[in-house]
């Protein structure tokens, strides 16, 4: 699981959870940070996170690895290292991200899939090397009805 923060990772992450359940399945959360200052959205993403973390304390199927990336760059070059060693890559979809985060900058410009989102899209393509799946998940919009 590549864990930036947003809805759809918070989603992304909800999913990779159940997934963990099964005691075959071996999670690793690849959490990106960014060392720019944090916002309310990035708040909300540590309480998650730390809430799925506190919940799996005991299991032993879990771990959680956190990566400071100041660009896209090192984002992409993080990515492209590790990418031979899972099996599946669950992510958020980040869609409709109306400011790009530091640790995405760039990387929409090269999208050949943007219907994957910039790390579904980056997973995706050729100049990736990775034998796994990619999951790419997104968070269901609720529509309000009028009564």
């Not at 940070?33 to 993403?45: F, I, W, Y």
């Not at 771990?63 to 400071?68: D, K, N, S, T, Y």
């Amino acid at each position: 699981m590549i864990y930036l923060g947003g809805r759809d990772d918070r989603e992304a992450i909800s999913l990779a959870k159940r997934m963990a359940n099964d005691p075959s399945v071996h999670l690793t959360i690849l959490r990106l940070v960014s060392d720019e200052v944090a916002g309310s959205e990035t708040v909300l993403d540590d309480v998650v996170l730390n809430g799925v973390l506190r919940e799996m304390t005991h299991f032993l199927n879990v771990q959680c690895l956190e990566r400071v990336v100041r660009d896209g760059t090192e984002t992409a070059s993080l990515i492209s290292s590790v990418a031979d060693q899972y099996d599946v890559f669950v992510v958020g979809r980040r869609w409709h991200v109306e400011v790009a985060s530091p640790q995405t900058a760039g990387l929409s410009d090269w999208s050949e899939f943007p219907e994957l989102g910039v790390i579904g899209d980056l997973l995706a393509s050729k100049d990736v090397r990775t034998r796994g799946s990619v999951l790419v998940v997104q968070q269901q919009k609720q529509h309000k009805k009028k009564i």
